[in-house]
């Protein structure tokens, strides 16, 4: 059964009625931009063909309910009781249902509406986004569930403004300090596009990829090595930005220049100093990337993405062994670039490969993790599709 039939076959065994609608958003893979986001920077996100699907129905009650094919205990709260929750009593609710009741919970802060002036409902979630595998499965649930409440609840918010709601959602609700990258790319991605967002502006420009007309397959090499960015080193990582920001004086990362870094070494410890160097030379790569698909075409991009990844893995130290030997194994079996994507610490790998190299490449990954004593990886290739959207 397709995700979506799963949403609508849980939402009618938890109420014996039709639902009133199904809404879906994609999951996303970063093309490059890697921590730029949180430092009001630039990334070049899409959003990917796997989704995640709600069905929704309303309720006689004040109450709202949520259930999922993760964990069939359904979750049911007052919608007048989700101020208290949040953030301060989170912990009571399933870690799952942070992120929908979470949702509704930051859509209501941010439009300032009265629970008591929106109606009950129950909503039943499906997925086919990979969970841990670093292709924002939080997002996804997120963006739905942002969507289908704006609908009935008749709230006209823009798709930014959904997109701000999941990450407040994210940030507060779930505790998890994250930038705006993935609810964007959720909700703005369109088929066969990138989008290349300012994170500082939140304008954001569709750009063509053309990987198909290029005769190229983007390559997911999922390394099932688990992460989870409410811990460690994902706060880590923000918290030495914002350090190496505060020593220049500036707002955020985005102000610094490449060739302000001599100065910044000046200022700050070693450690730090690559931190900001990554952010710094990470933000002019994904100009650089944008710049370069449009002038001169994807199969041109490649040693970007190479070079991100060597930055992360060096100076912002945020790769693992798995996910540094599925990239060079790409890159020695035909890919034209490869990186980890992602906040890192685990999850998925990109390489951009012929069409003809993609069975070449994926028997040697799976073989070098094997060979490595690595648990198997999940390889698959993704073409970019649309962000979230009302499906029924
Ligand atoms: C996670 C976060 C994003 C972004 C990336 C790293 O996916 O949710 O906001 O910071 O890590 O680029």
Redesign the pocket.
Known sequence: MTAAGEAYALFTSLTDAEPAGLWSAPGRV?LI??????NDGF?FPFATPHRTHVALGHRGDARIRVVSTFDTVPVEVAIADLDDLFPARRDEIAEWARYPLGVAWALLQQTGRDAASVTGVDLAFASDVPVGA?L?S??AIEGSTASALNDVWSLGLDKVALAQAGRRA?NEAVG?P?????QMASMLGETDAGTFLDCRSLEAQVVDLGFARAGLDLLVMDTRVAHA?STGG?RERREACERGAAAMGVPALRDVTIEQLPEVAERVDEVTFRRVRHIVTENQRVLDAVATLRERGPRAIGDLLTASHASMRDDFEISVPELNLAVDTALAHGALGARMT???FGGAAIALVDHGAVATATAAVEKAFADAGFGAPHLFTVRPAEGARRDG
Do not use: F, P, R
Request: charged share 15%.
């Open positions: 970063n931009g890697e921590h730029t986001d949180y990334v670093g924002s939080s997002a994210e998890a994250t930038g705006i990258m993935d960015h994902y992602g906040g890192g």
